[in-house]
């Protein structure tokens, strides 16, 4: 939700209102990367999250985080350790389709 709240900013051209969102994103990932599982993402859904599954959500949050950013190929690399960690991710797996390796996207569209 956050990182369409985020595109959404960029849209109206509140860039610092998307950042925010963004790098809110970013440091959620890092927290459950980290093991603080009370800022889990999926909360209502974690009680029976496996570690692997923890940090397959982790990288998918850092993942959005940098590509809302426009920094694609970091969000490539953490979609595809959201994959590597949960082959069933399928967030990860559809994101990872949206951010093509090598690729910087334009941020101010």
């Known amino acids: 939700m ?18 925010h969102f963004f790098d809110h994103l970013i440091a959620r990932g890092e927290k459950l990367l980290a093991g603080s599982p009370e800022s889990a993402f ?23 985080g940098n590509l809302g950013k426009g920094e694609a190929a970091k969000a490539q690399k953490e979609f595809q ?5 949960d082959v069933g991710h399928l967030g990860a797996a559809s994101a ?5 390796a090598g690729e910087e996207l334009d941020s101010s569209r």
């Open 2 to 19: 956050e990182y369409y709240r985020g595109l959404a900013a960029l849209r109206l051209g509140r860039k610092a209102a998307a950042q």
């Open 81 to 85: 350790e959201a994959v590597k960690l």
């Open 42 to 64: 999926f909360a209502k859904f974690s009680q029976g999250q496996s570690d692997r599954d923890r940090l397959a959500d982790a990288h998918y949050l850092i993942g959005l």
């Open 96 to 100: 990872q389709a949206m951010a093509p």
